[in-house]
């Protein structure tokens, strides 16, 4: 099994409508994050947590929210999605400065 | 400010053949470096990293890159090409192991031609 594990990895939504994405982890590390992909961008930081109690804003926060439900679950809402939040999502946990990554959740918002 | 620059959206190479892969990057500290690589309909996992120590990097695969602060690059390279060496990398830089801005460039798809 995969030590980050996201879901969906794959969603088609209507504009308007809210999604979450979840994810899950097995590494044991207090860091996790949420970071957005799209061509030719690299990836761009959303949300990251330190541990439950600590939630910050990353370069793109805006239209996001997230929720660390444990050390192990970390989860991002799109409260009202819009077309250019089309994207590759990945979460992340972090340990000993190494990212470790999931499979990424495609979003596509019509 | 930190950025990263990597050259090239997409390098096509023989297999068998040199790879390099061009990472510059901007720090108004001394930086660590990293590269990570995405295979197909996979998320990224670490090639390699810079921390200060030598400046020469051994990573997994066979992969290296050397850190010149003269030229303040960082590139990637592998002395021959394999057709599973197919995928996107990514350079990344921070100020600090375990900082929670990490920047990424835009990448480098690499092709492998048989």
């Known amino acids: 099994d995969a030590d980050v594990t996201q879901t969906p990895r794959n969603r088609i939504t209507k504009t308007g409508k809210r999604i979450m994405l979840e994810c899950s982890q097995t590494?044991?590390?207090?860091?996790m994050y949420w970071y957005r992909q799209d061509p030719g961008l690299g990836l761009r930081l959303i949300y990251y947590?330190?541990?439950?109690?600590?939630?910050n804003k990353g370069e793109i926060s805006d239209g996001y929210s997230v929720s660390r439900q444990a050390q192990a679950k970390f989860s991002l809402s799109l409260e009202s999605a819009i077309p250019n939040q089309t994207a590759l999502y990945f979460c992340?946990?972090?340990?000993?400065?190494?990212?470790?990554f999931g499979e990424g959740s495609r979003l596509t918002v019509l | 400010a930190q950025s990263v620059t990597q050259l090239g959206s997409h390098v096509s190479v023989s297999e068998g053949a040199l790879v390099l892969l061009r990472c510059n990057y901007s720090s108004s500290v001394p930086p660590y470096l990293f590269w990570y690589v995405q295979y197909p309909n996979q998320g990224l996992q670490l090639l390699l990293k810079?921390?200060?120590?030598?400046?020469l990097v051994k990573g997994i695969n066979d992969f290296e890159a050397e850190f010149k602060k003269s030229e303040t690059s960082f590139h990637l390279t592998k002395p021959s090409a394999h057709m599973s060496d197919a995928a996107e990398y990514f350079c990344?830089?921070?100020?600090?192991?375990?900082?929670?801005?990490?920047?990424f460039g835009s990448g480098t798809r690499l092709s492998i031609r048989p």
């Open positions: 810079y921390t200060s120590a030598a400046t």
């Open positions: 590494k044991g590390h207090d860091r």
């Open positions: 992340a946990t972090q340990g000993s400065g190494e990212l470790f």
């Open positions: 947590s330190f541990d439950v109690k600590d939630i």
């Open positions: 990344a830089v921070t100020t600090q192991i375990g900082a929670s801005k990490i920047i």
